[in-house]
C-alpha cells in the first residue's frame, strides 16, 4: 500500500512480481521472482477494511537487477525485457492462427472468459503479445504463468500457451463427457482440477441462492433500489443496469463503475422530503440573533417565507441573490434561512469552477467520473428539497472544457429544472423543490442570461456603529472562548474597540475586525501566561491597543478647522463604507488650462471639466471677470495621490471648488456635500446616502448636502444618526453655493426627511 502511495505522488510507475510462496507474510528478496511487470497505477480506491484496489496498465516486461531498499516498501533497479522472435514469420503466424482457434473450441466448450476478448485478439499482430493476453485470462498455477512471462523469445511462449490450450480443451471435453471418471487423467494440472470444481461450486452456490458473496451483495443493492421509490423510467433504468452488473465478473474495472453507479442511484433521495416548519417571529428572532442590520435583506427573507407559508405546494419561487463585499454576512444568511425553514443545507463553492461537468457531471464512460455539484450537494443532505447556497457565482469561469454558467441556466430556471438531468446519472431529477441562494461579490461578472434568472438583493457594508455593536455582541465573545480567555480577565471598552474600527481595518465586513480582535485576546493571554502577579481584569482601551498592536494602519482624514478658499469637502463611497474625500483648487498665472491630479477616473475627470464648462458659462452671474480665464490656469487636486478615484458623485464639490477659488470665496469647514451636477447645473441623485452620511458623522460634519431626488434614501438612516444630522436637499448648483458661501437669502425650503 506504500509503494501505491509512493508511485501515485511521483510518475504513477510501479513494478509488480509474485512471491514464490504465496502465503510468506514477510517476503524476503530471495523469495520473490526477478521478471515482472512496470505497469502505471491508472486508478486507487480505498476500501473499508484497509485494503487498497488498484487499476494498473501493464507497460513493459522487466527484470530486478538490484534491491536498493526494502523498508517501508522495496525499492528495485530494474531492466527493461524485450521480445525477440527465432521462428519465421510463417511459422509464427500458422502457431498464432492454431491458438486463436484453440481458444475460440476452449470458449465455444464453456470456459467461462471475458466476451471482449477475441476482439481484442482479433487486432492482436505480436506472438508475443498475443500469448500474454492468452495466458493472463488462463487460470494457471504461479510457476506456470512465471513460466510464461519469463520466456523472452516470443515463439517459444506462443509454444507453451498452445500447449496450456490442449489440456484445457482436454479438460473441457472429459468434464463433458463423464467429469468424474475424467478428473484424475495425468495430463490434467492439478491448477486445472481446482479451477474446474471451483467453477461447478460457485455455479451450484448461485442457484440455490447460498453463500455467494456477489448474489447476497445484488440482493442487497436490489433492496436499496426498491426503498428508494424512484420514478418508474428511472427505476426501469437502474434494474437493467443490476443486471448487467449480475453478468461482470466481481474485479473488472466495469463492474466497479456499474456498482459505483447503482449506489449513487439508490442513495439519492428521489422520493425524501423535509417538511417546512415556517414560524415567522421565530424565524425573525433567527435571522436578528445570527445578523445585526442587513434590515432590507431579512425583510425580503420574511417576505419569502411568509409567502411559502401561506402556499405550501408552491414549486416556483425566485432565486435570491445576496451581493455585496466579503466578509458582510452572504454565506451565512443561506444557513440562517435553512434552520428558519427547518431545512436541510447544503453550500457548493463556485469560486475557480471552470469545467462544466463539475455543475453537470462526468459520464460514465470516463475513469473515475463523478455526478456534478449539485446531485452530490442533494445526496449529501438526504432530502430532494434542501436549502443550497451556490457561493461565489460571480467567480465562475470557462474554458475548453465548457462553460459552467450556462449549465447553471438549467439548474435556477424553475422553468427546466423540475428535469435537471445529470450527465453521470443520465436520468432525469426534480430540482424544483431545491431552494436556491447565490451569493456574489460584484454582479456585473455574472453573465446576464444568469444574472436574469435571479432577484439581486445588495447587502452593503457595514458602518463603524454597527460594526462596534457587532464586536460587543457577538466577536469579542467569540474570540474570547478561542483564546480561552473569560471576561473576569480582559474587557474591551467602546474605546478600544473603536479605535480597531477605523485605525486599524478598512473593510466592509468584519473578517479583518475579528482577526484584530483575536490578536489582542492572544496578547493578553500572553501577559497573563507569563505574568502571574498581573491584576485582572485587563482593560482593552484605547491606550492599551496601541501599546499591544502598534502604530495605527490606517490614519483617518482630519477635517477642516477653518473656512477656506478653493478647499471642499466631499463625500466618497468605497466598499469599507464611506470616507470624506478633500477637493483642492488652485490658480496660477497661465492661459486657461485645467490640470486634474490625484489619479482621478474618466468620469471625475468628465465631471471637473463640466464644473469648468459652467463656470465660463455663468461668469457674469458668479462674479468672475471673462479675462480671469485667460490669465490664470487652474489645478484640481485630490489628496492621496496613490488611490485611485472615480465615480459619478463628485460634480458639485468640484463646482464648489471651482467656483470659490475664482470667487476668492472661502466654503464652509463644518459642511459635506455629494451629488452629479449637469452643464445647466442641475443636481442629479447619487447612491451611497447611508455611508456618506454616517462617514460626514464620524468626522464631526454635521451638515450635510445632497440632491432633492436622493431624500428617499434617507430612510436607510438610522433615527439616532438622522438627529444628529442636518441634511440640506438641493436642485440646482446656485443652491449649493449659498449653502457653502453662507449666502443664503432664506433657508432653503424642501419636504422633511423621511423618517427611518
Known amino acids: 500500500i506504500k509503494a501505491v502511495e509512493k508511485a501515485l505522488t511521483e510518475k504513477r510507475l510501479i513494478f509488480l512480481s509474485t512471491q514464490v510462496e504465496m502465503n510468506e507474510e514477510t517476503p524476503s528478496p530471495e523469495s520473490i521472482y526477478r521478471v515482472g511487470t512496470v505497469a502505471m497505477v491508472m486508478r486507487m480506491r480505498k476500501l473499508s477494511d484497509g485494503r487498497v484496489k488498484i487499476l494498473v496498465q501493464g507497460i513493459s516486461k522487466a527484470r530486478i537487477s538490484r534491491f536498493d531498499s526494502t523498508f517501508p516498501y522495496f525499492d528495485v533497479q530494474i531492466q527493461k525485457i524485450s521480445d525477440q522472435c527465432s521462428a519465421s514469420p510463417e511459422d509464427t503466424k500458422s502457431l498464432m492462427m492454431s491458438c486463436r482457434k484453440k481458444l475460440e473450441e476452449v470458449i465455444a466448450l464453456g470456459k467461462v472468459l ?31 504463468s512465471q513460466g510464461v512471462l519469463e520466456t523472452i523469445d516470443s515463439y517459444k511462449r506462443l509454444e507453451l500457451v498452445d500447449e496450456v490450450l490442449n489440456k484445457e480443451i482436454e479438460l473441457l471435453k472429459a468434464q463433458g463427457n463423464s467429469p468424474s471418471k475424467n478428473m484424475g487423467k495425468e495430463n490434467l494440472t492439478k491448477a486445472q482440477r481446482e479451477y474446474y470444481l471451483r467453477e461447478q461450486m460457485r455455479a451450484i452456490k448461485n442457484e440455490l441462492g447460498e453463500g455467494d458473496p456477489k448474489a447476497d451483495e445484488i440482493s442487497e443493492i436490489r433492496k436499496r433500489i426498491e426503498s428508494a421509490n424512484m420514478p418508474e423510467k428511472v427505476n426501469a433504468e437502474v434494474l437493467k443496469q443490476l443486471q448487467r452488473f449480475e453478468k461482470m465478473h466481481p474485479d473488472s474495472s466495469e463492474s466497479s463503475m456499474v456498482r459505483n453507479y447503482l449506489d449513487w442511484m439508490a442513495d439519492l433521495p428521489w422520493a425524501v422530503e423535509s417538511s417546512d416548519d415556517i414560524n415567522l417571529d421565530e424565524a425573525k428572532a433567527i435571522l436578528d440573533a445570527d445578523h445585526y442590520s442587513l434590515d432590507k435583506a431579512k425583510d425580503r427573507i420574511l417576505e419569502f417565507l411568509a409567502v411559502r407559508a401561506l402556499n405550501k405546494n408552491l414549486t416556483k419561487g425566485p432565486i435570491l441573490c445576496f451581493s455585496g463585499p466579503p466578509g458582510v454576512g452572504k454565506t451565512s444568511l443561506g444557513k440562517s434561512i435553512a434552520k428558519a425553514m427547518g431545512r436541510k443545507y447544503q453550500r457548493i463553492a463556485l469560486g475557480g469552477v471552470k469545467d462544466e461537468a463539475e455543475i453537470r457531471g462526468h459520464r460514465r464512460t470516463y475513469v473515475g467520473a463523478l455526478p456534478g455539484k449539485i446531485i452530490q450537494a442533494i445526496k449529501a443532505s438526504g432530502t430532494k428539497n ?98 480561552g480567555l473569560t471576561s473576569d480577565q480582559v474587557v474591551f471598552k467602546k474605546s478600544g474597540l473603536n479605535t ?123 462674479g468672475i471677470s471673462e479675462s480671469w480665464f485667460k490669465k490664470h490656469d487652474v489645478h484640481v487636486h485630490l489628496p492621496a495621490g496613490a488611490i485611485p478615484k472615480d465615480g459619478p458623485s463628485a460634480g458639485v464639490t468640484l463646482a464648489t471648488a471651482l467656483i470659490s477659488l475664482m470667487t476668492k470665496t472661502p466654503v464652509n469647514a463644518n459642511l459635506a456635500m455629494t451629488g452629479e451636477m449637469t452643464l445647466t447645473g442641475r443636481v442629479l441623485p447619487v447612491g451611497g446616502i447611508r455611508e456618506k452620511a454616517l462617514a460626514a458623522l464620524n468626522n464631526g460634519i454635521h451638515k450635510v448636502i445632497i440632491p432633492v431626488s436622493n431624500q428617499k434614501d434617507l430612510s436607510d438612516i438610522p433615527a439616532e444618526f438622522q438627529e444628529k444630522l442636518h441634511f440640506i436637499l438641493v436642485e440646482n448648483i446656485d443652491e449649493v453655493l449659498q449653502v457653502a458661501f453662507n449666502t443664503e437669502k432664506k433657508p432653503i425650503s424642501r419636504q422633511k426627511p423621511m423618517a427611518a
Open 114 to 144: 471475458s466476451p471482449d476478448i477475441l476482439l481484442v485478439l482479433d487486432e492482436v499482430q505480436e506472438p508475443g503479445r498475443l500469448a500474454d493476453l492468452i495466458a493472463s485470462n488462463l487460470s494457471l498455477e504461479i510457476p506456470d
Open 386 to 483: 434542501p436549502v443550497i447556497v451556490l457561493d461565489e457565482i460571480d467567480k465562475l469561469g470557462s474554458d475548453f472544457r465548457g462553460d459552467p454558467s450556462a449549465a447553471m441556466l438549467e439548474v435556477l430556471d424553475p422553468e427546466q429544472n423540475f428535469a435537471f438531468k445529470d450527465n453521470y446519472i443520465n436520468a432525469e431529477f426534480d430540482l424544483s423543490k431545491v431552494l436556491f441562494i447565490a451569493t456574489a461579490n460584484v454582479t456585473q461578472n455574472i453573465p446576464p442570461a444568469l444574472r436574469d434568472r435571479m432577484e439581486l438583493i445588495q447587502i452593503p457594508g457595514y458602518t463603524q456603529n454597527d460594526k462596534l455593536i457587532i464586536a460587543e455582541n457577538h466577536l469579542v465573545e467569540r474570540q474570547l472562548h478561542q483564546t
Open 500 to 622: 480597531l474600527i477605523s485605525e486599524y481595518t478598512r473593510e466592509a465586513g468584519l473578517r479583518n475586525l475579528e482577526r484584530e480582535i483575536g490578536s489582542v485576546c492572544r496578547k493578553v493571554a500572553r501577559q497573563i501566561v507569563t505574568n502571574e502577579t498581573l491584576s485582572l481584569p485587563l482593560t482593552v482601551e484605547k491606550d492599551f491597543v496601541y501599546k499591544v498592536m502598534g502604530p495605527p494602519r490606517f490614519i483617518k482624514e482630519p477635517r477642516l478647522t477653518e473656512n477656506a478658499v478653493g478647499i471642499v469637502t466631499g463625500l466618497a463611497w468605497t466598499q469599507a463604507g464611506g470616507e470624506i474625500l478633500y477637493v483642492e483648487a488652485m490658480a496660477m498665472n497661465g492661459s486657461g488650462n485645467l490640470v486634474l491630479t490625484g489619479q482621478l477616473g474618466d468620469v471625475m475627470k468628465e465631471s471637473a471639466r463640466a464644473a469648468m464648462s459652467y463656470a465660463k458659462a455663468h461668469c457674469n452671474e458668479l
